[in-house]
């Protein structure tokens, strides 16, 4: 069955890095997109970063641009993001998620992690 696990979650200063690993199984990359969610305290789930496997591409909201890189590793079956210059804002519990949407919305999304915690606090 599809099963995707988090890790590389932790605290950090306003201005450092972390980068997150999604190790996935039983689902090909080429055929389920896969992508990045977060939801931090009192707030909805949003998106971060995905590839959709229509295009390949990979995407990010707007508020990480430049600061996020969403990668992945065919051959160990694993996604990561890359998370620089990180901001207090950027705290949220982090998901990797897989299925067929048709976009952004979380509800479209069939497979979930079980997320990992990301603080960002001075």
């Known amino acids: 069955q599809v099963q995707l696990v988090e890790s590389g979650g932790g605290l950090v200063q306003p201005g450092e890095s972390l980068k997150l690993a999604c190790t996935t199984s039983?689902?090909?990359?080429?055929?389920?997109?896969i992508g990045w969610f977060r939801q931090a305290p009192g707030k909805e789930r949003e998106g971060v970063s995905c590839i959709f496997s229509g295009d390949g591409e990979t995407h990010y909201t707007d508020s990480v641009k430049g600061r996020f890189t969403m990668s992945s590793d065919n051959a160990k079956n694993t996604v990561y993001l890359q998370m620089n210059s990180l901001k207090p804002e950027d705290t949220a519990v982090y998901y990797c998620?897989?299925?067929?949407?048709?976009?952004?919305?979380?509800?479209?999304?069939?497979?979930w992690g079980q997320g990992t915690q990301v603080t960002v606090s001075s």
């Open positions: 039983g689902f090909s990359f080429e055929y389920y997109s």
């Open positions: 998620a897989a299925g067929t949407p048709a976009g952004w919305d979380p509800r479209g999304w069939d497979y």
